[in-house]
């Protein structure tokens, strides 16, 4: 019997018959996993009867994956931009692309194209995580040194053999107001001798002189405006505010300081501002003999730091020397307190040492401080005698006793003996 078999329309497949009762399923076009992973096909078997039975089956087919589609960047260029001074390590982009392959044929990994910056690798500007491709900045930019560059990027998936694709990035540098003004005339901080000389009958609105100045950012922060901040005279001059020009704000008087001083400053527009300060010196007269009196005019700041430096040293000599007297003062006072030696005609005998509860008497020897004595002494007598009435400690000298000073022709000194006045009275 004839069996005939045939799949529904909708799907792109066929059978053709190779020997009886046997057929091939085949395709009727190319097929792409990416747009049809699988598919359902139904297959019916007829036989020629009358009626004619039939019966079906169903082949559930999926589409192997073959690497046969490169990664596809999101966008055909990327533009990037950047503060100058910034952190390294900080991002700059990041970049995407997709692989519509299954599983490792699908896997993208990025990288940066080998290339050179100004003569220095890309390497060392730039670095790609290869997994997600976020751009990192590897060192802290310049504005003033470069504005911009320019990298190419490669997506690559890990198929085999691997496919990929590339795009390009521009990473734009924006400027951050981090350089002061730079004034090119007159020369700051008085390295050199400006002068401008204008006569005494200089009319208002007279040029008289012109402060150039430059700024290396760019755009507002690089817009500069100029300020008299200090004068000799503050309604003799005024300054265009951003031209610079010095010009006279009314006429030139005989009552006018023939010297005169001008502090400008210069700022740019940046957030927050820079500043710089210059200062011109303008001389009115009409005789070129008085330029050489301009040298106490030009240095006349410098007069003043020297001044000031001349104070301040002579403020610490004084110290120093205050504190050295002082401590010569305090040495002598030290010295007095010591033990002395006793003078005894020519002959020098030293004294023992006394504690601080103790009194010294010249000739006498020493007494405790503690104890109280009546003394009498006689007028011109050569043996001093002491008269010693009433002692608070009887341990000591009685009361009744005599301290005699009697010459010796042994010693060739005098010398103390005590005689108890008690004894002598009964003897």
């Known amino acids: 019997m004839v069996i005939r078999c045939s799949v529904q329309q909708n799907v792109p497949f066929k059978l053709n018959p190779s020997v009886k009762n046997y057929f091939s399923l085949v395709t009727t076009k190319a097929l792409d996993r990416e747009k049809e992973s699988d598919y359902n096909i139904t297959i019916t078997a007829t036989d020629g009867g009358s009626p004619p039975l039939s019966t079906s089956m169903t082949i559930h087919l999926f589409v192997s994956d073959v690497n046969d589609n490169p990664p596809v960047f999101v966008q055909q260029s990327y533009s990037a931009y950047i503060r100058e001074n910034n952190k390294p390590g900080s991002s700059v982009c990041s970049v995407s692309a997709n692989d519509p392959d299954w599983r490792q044929n699908g896997t993208v990994l990025y990288s940066l194209v080998t290339s050179e910056v100004n003569g220095v690798p890309v390497s060392s500007f730039l670095f790609i995580n290869g997994d997600t491709g976020v751009i990192h900045a590897v060192r802290s930019f310049d504005y003033e040194q470069f504005r911009n560059l320019t990298v190419k990027v490669v997506a690559r998936d890990n198929g085999s053999p691997p496919l990929s694709s590339n795009v390009t990035v521009k990473v734009f540098i924006t400027d951050e107001n981090d350089n002061s003004p730079q004034i090119l005339y007159p020369v700051p901080d008085g390295k050199s001798l400006m002068t401008e000389m204008i006569p005494k009958a200089t009319l208002s609105g007279s040029l008289v002189s012109k402060v150039i100045a430059v700024d290396a950012d760019s755009g507002q922060n690089a817009w500069l405006s100029y300020q008299i901040v200090k004068s000799t005279d503050p309604g003799l001059f005024t300054i265009g505010l951003h031209s610079g020009e010095i010009k006279t704000q009314r006429d030139i008087s005989e009552s006018d300081n023939m010297k005169q001083n001008l502090v400008i400053s210069v700022k740019d527009n940046g957030q927050p501002s820079l500043s710089m300060t210059c200062s011109v010196n303008v001389l009115i007269s009409d005789n070129l003999s008085e330029v050489p009196e301009l040298k106490d005019m030009t240095y006349e700041d410098n007069n003043s730091k020297l001044t000031s430096y001349l104070v301040i040293a002579l403020v610490c000599v004084s110290t120093f020397f205050l504190t050295f007297i002082m401590l010569?003062?305090?040495?002598?006072?030290?010295?007095?307190?010591?033990?002395?030696?006793?003078?005894?005609?020519?002959?020098?005998?030293?004294?023992?040492?006394?504690?601080?509860?103790?009194?010294?008497?010249?000739?006498?020897?020493?007494?405790?401080?503690?104890?109280?004595?009546?003394?009498?002494?006689?007028?011109?007598?050569?043996?001093?005698?002491?008269?010693?009435?009433?002692?608070?400690?009887?341990?000591?000298i009685p009361a009744g006793g005599t301290l005699k000073s009697v010459k010796s022709d042994s010693f060739g000194t005098h010398v103390l003996t005590l005689v108890n006045t008690e004894e002598a009275d009964e003897v």
């Open 328 to 396: 010569i003062v305090a040495v002598k006072f030290c010295h007095k307190r010591k033990p002395r030696l006793l003078f005894d005609g020519a002959v020098a005998v030293p004294s023992a040492y006394l504690p601080p509860n103790y009194a010294d008497l010249d000739g006498a020897g020493t007494l405790r401080s503690s104890y109280n004595y009546d003394t009498y002494l006689t007028t011109g007598s050569h043996t001093s005698d002491f008269k010693f009435i009433r002692s608070y400690n009887e341990n000591t």
